[in-house]
């Protein structure tokens, strides 16, 4: 964890966070912060900067907070995917996250398997977490929007065109006869 990611309910006064669980037990384990210290945080979708550790009780995680500057600018790219493996859904979720994409569409393809849609996996709750994950990782604030679409035809005849319109589109296919291109200026 590069970054703890606050969220609204952390807050206990404008200044201050009292965290608990995952993030509270990384501190202690990963970081071994003592009172003190100074951490980067960032405000889930708002601003970045140092907190320092006021306490450490029991559980509990205390924080005073100057959030002095901003997440870096949002990747100007739309991934959109065949829904992967269950297996390997949260490590494409968290690794996009941490690349800087703000837009995800998981699609159906026909490769996919028909099980793969009934996978716990793909609650809203499991994506949110695997995205905090990865913006954890890139010192990102901002979380992205990530969309479903067990249709494909529709999907490709009435939004692709809308999401691709002023972009460079690149389709990616395992078998392709030429190297993804590399350092594309921008048109």
């Known amino acids: 964890m590069n970054l703890i990611l606050l969220f609204d309910d952390d807050f206990v006064a404008p200044d201050r966070v009292v965290l608990r669980g995952r993030r509270a037990e990384h501190v202690r384990m990963v970081h071994r912060a003592a009172v003190g210290e100074r951490l980067t945080v960032g405000v889930a979708e708002g601003r970045m900067g140092r907190g320092v550790v006021l306490r450490m009780d029991g559980d509990e995680l205390e924080l005073e907070l100057q959030l002095d500057g901003d997440p870096p600018p949002p990747l100007p790219v739309t991934l959109v995917l065949a829904l992967p493996r269950p297996k390997v859904l949260n490590r494409v979720i968290a690794s996009a996250a941490s690349l800087g994409v703000k837009r995800i569409f998981l699609i159906n393809a026909w490769r996919v398997e028909k099980s793969y849609w009934s996978t716990p996996r ?35 005849e009435d939004e692709l065109s809308s999401i691709a319109t002023g972009t460079r589109a690149l389709l990616a296919h395992p078998a392709a006869s030429e190297e993804c291109p590399r350092g594309c200026p921008r048109e």
């Open 122 to 156: 793909l609650a809203p709750e499991n994506l949110r977490m695997q995205a905090i994950l990865g913006l954890e990782q890139a010192r990102d604030t901002r979380l992205p929007a990530i969309e479903t679409r067990r249709l494909f035809r529709p999907f490709v």
